[in-house]
């Protein structure tokens, strides 16, 4: 698959099709059930969903159509790609841009949902896209990091970043910007792993009471890294003494802050914009002291905003299908509760953390020395 569509997915930035993305699964269950037979149409999930609000079948939304193999550029599907791994083009359905009007809610859905009929249906986007809206992190240079079982870091971007290690891919806005990101297999999840059932703000409170230097690599996933690096052997490790669990609790903490800042300097060594504001949310978004400490950590001002919830991002895209744009739309939708700010002192301290910890994964083969050099550039500033 990755030898077919090299051409294809290096100018699209990714550089190959990952094992989890929908064109490897498509692929597979073609070659187990054959030919599909005629008037047959792949579905992502949400097609089956806009297909029964609207009673008829209609087009797809590029950013699901991404993982399949969606040309974002081109805006087409690759036929000569398609054809080559055994694809029937007739199989892949229409694709439009995120925000397109669909149609509207049918009386039989309206029936089953209480959906009033009529109700216009519009083409949505996949849920890091969602939170990212609902963040209001859309102005170029914009971060929203997501923090739940793993850490997924979305961005704006007035041109295509391409990654040659293949760990961050784009989605292309409704605005003709694009939206760069990667998913981590390292987050909070670390923390049901190690302390399960465990009262987590009693933690918290012991952790920051003690404060110490120790620093986990806080990999969730037995399949190894994806992002900021591609690592399949990557596992876990603690770098300095944690002799009690508040301790050990505060070096994952930490670890998750320093992958963060690993993720910005691969980022930024892409020629991704990362100067822009950035939003936290996420299930980690709820620890403050966490909370301060990434802030800490990567040294720059983190944003709250007041519900982080992904069908927020959905319901501003939704409202630019009346004509407002999507920045516009968000600046009247979206709140921010709060602002956090870095204190000085506190990023300097953790400078030398975030330096051992790249250099550990530097030694074990992990993040390459360009990266590496990068981020240690970048700490010097």
């Known amino acids: 698959m990755n030898a077919a569509g090299a051409e294809v997915w290096q100018e699209l930035g990714y550089r190959s099709m990952q094992p989890s993305w929908a064109l490897p699964k498509l692929v597979a269950l073609l070659e187990d059930t054959g030919r599909p037979p005629a008037g047959a149409r792949l579905l992502h999930q949400v097609d089956l969903i806009t297909w029964r609000l609207t009673g008829h079948q209609v087009p797809g939304d590029a950013s699901h159509a991404l993982k399949t193999g969606y040309h974002l550029v081109a ?20 694709i439009v841009r995120p925000g397109s009007v669909l149609g ?10 209480g959906i009033p009929e009529g109700t216009t249906v519009v083409a949505g986007m996949t849920d890091g896209c969602a939170a990212q809206i609902g963040a209001g992190a859309l102005a170029p240079g914009s971060w929203n990091a997501v923090l739940g079982t793993t850490l997924v870091l979305k961005g704006s971007s007035p041109h295509l970043v391409r990654d040659p290690a293949g760990v961050v891919y784009c989605h292309r806005g409704p605005d003709d910007n694009w ?3 990667g998913a981590s297999s390292s987050g909070a999840g670390i923390l049901a792993q190690r302390f399960p059932g465990a009262d987590l703000d009693a933690l918290t409170a012991r952790a920051a009471a003690l404060d110490p230097d120790a620093v986990a690599y806080p990999l969730v996933s037995a399949g190894g890294e994806r992002f900021p690096f591609r690592a399949p052997d990557a596992a876990p490790f603690v770098l300095g003494d944690t002799p009690t669990r508040a301790a050990e609790f505060h070096a994952c903490l930490l670890g998750v802050a320093c992958l963060e800042r690993l993720c910005f300097d691969h980022l930024d060594h892409l020629g991704a914009p990362v100067d822009g504001p950035l939003t936290l949310t996420g299930g980690g978004a709820r620890n403050s002291y966490w909370n301060q400490l990434r802030a800490d950590v990567l040294g720059r001002p983190v944003r709250l905003p007041h519900q982080a919830e992904s069908a927020v991002g959905m319901a501003v895209l939704a409202a ?8 516009e739309a968000a600046a009247a939708m979206v709140r921010i509760d709060r602002e956090i700010a870095p204190r000085p002192d506190r990023t300097a301290r953790y400078a030398p953390v975030h330096l051992r910890f790249i250099d550990e994964l530097t030694r074990r083969g992990w993040l390459g020395q360009a990266v590496a050099d990068h981020a240690r550039r970048r700490a010097a500033q």
Do not use: F, I, Y
């Not at 630019?320 to 920045?327: P, Y």
């Open 320 to 327: 630019t299908s009346s004509g407002a744009g999507l920045q």
């Open 104 to 113: 509207t809610v049918c009386a039989r859905a309206a029936a089953a949902t």
């Open 179 to 181: 939206l760069p990101g």
């Open 75 to 94: 805006e087409c599907w690759p036929e000569q790609v398609m054809t080559q791994l055994g694809v029937p083009v007739g199989l892949l359905p229409d």
